[in-house]
Nanobody
């Protein structure tokens, strides 16, 4: 099973981007999906999580009000809408998934990772 991200790119400060992650329409639907990122020279940090069944979401404080996570269970995809982007949001963004409950504050709780997609804000 692979997670395939798309939607990264370059944007000016204040702009928006939507990242998408496909887990494969005919693969097992994971219980929990999320997004983490790694900024240059920094540790990975969690951004948002969604339970695919209930739709319950959780966000890191520093993205609340700017980022929104959503899922499409029929297509087995998830998305991260990012608004009001800042230069400090420049990072490689990773789609993650888990069969169990996972925490965006602990990278080791996620069993599946995408290859990462670059977002550059200038």
């Amino acid at each position: 099973v692979q997670l395939v991200e798309s939607g990264g790119g370059s944007v000016q400060a204040g702009g928006s981007l939507t990242l998408s992650c496909a887990a494969g329409r005919y693969t097992y639907k994971r219980n929990c999906m999320g997004w983490l990122r790694q900024r240059p020279g920094k540790d990975r940090e969690g951004l948002a999580r969604i339970y695919t069944g209930s739709g319950d979401t959780y966000y890191a404080d520093f993205v609340k009000g700017r980022f929104a996570i959503s899922r499409d269970n029929a297509e087995n995809t998830q998305s991260l809408q990012m608004n009001d982007l800042k230069p400090e949001d420049t990072a490689v963004y990773y789609c993650v998934a888990s069969d169990l409950r996972a925490s965006i504050h602990s990278a080791s709780t996620w069993s599946l990772w995408g290859q990462g997609t670059q977002v550059t804000v200038s």
